[in-house]
């Protein structure tokens, strides 16, 4: 399926500032398209993924209205093959939404927010994941620990293994078309991604 308009994935590790990023871009008119939310769709109840993660991971991942993403997480958490089998399951159907979304949207260019994008990056293309460039957001380490320390009520230590289990951003810059810092203040954040947006047009 080819698009007749440029795609780009936002990703970058936690606590980044990719949803920042996000709404920036559509308070400039830009539609965004986000995985995650994707992904809450497709855990609600008796959808097909949520049948087959309970087929995979047992009645224990069963919620009221949608897969108790705290126990799958658990589950999944530090096993490499139950986190394959896991991204194997959902990927799929992520990659159709995403694709139907960014078809639909009348616009010239559209973003993907998609977090694991550099690290799936096969899996997602073999799936169908078309795309232009790849814009990875980056932020200084400390910035990050105090992010989600405050937003999971969680202590340093505990964030920055959390940090520490995901690929590094070195490593992502490999795949990175564009590498957008967001080590400063919302307006340089906004100057900088208004940069970005010039060299589109």
Do not use: C
């Amino acid at each position: 399926m080819k698009l007749n308009k440029k795609i780009i994935v936002i990703t970058g590790g936690i606590a980044s500032g990719k949803s920042t990023v996000g709404k920036i871009l559509q308070e400039k008119g830009y539609q965004v398209v986000e995985s995650d939310k994707i992904v809450h769709e497709l855990y609600k109840k008796n959808s097909k993924v949520y049948k087959f993660l309970v087929s995979e991971f047992g009645k224990v991942v069963e919620g009221k209205k949608e897969i108790n993403r705290k126990k799958l997480a658990t589950i999944v958490y530090g096993d490499k093959s139950k986190i394959k089998k896991l991204n194997q399951i959902v990927h799929k159907y992520v990659v159709k939404e995403l694709m139907e979304k960014a078809k639909i949207i009348e616009q010239e260019i559209v973003f993907l927010d998609i977090p694991l994008m550099i690290e799936e990056k096969e899996r997602l293309e073999n799936h169908g994941l078309i795309y232009d460039e790849i814009w990875l957001i980056e932020s200084p380490l400390e910035m990050r620990l105090e992010r989600i320390a405050n937003r999971d009520n969680i202590g340093k230590k505990e964030a920055k293994k959390i940090i520490e289990n995901q690929m590094k951003d070195l490593k992502k810059e490999e795949y990175a078309d564009e590498i957008i810092n967001n080590n400063s203040d919302i307006e340089k954040l906004k100057k900088e991604i208004e940069k970005k947006l010039l060299t589109l047009k």
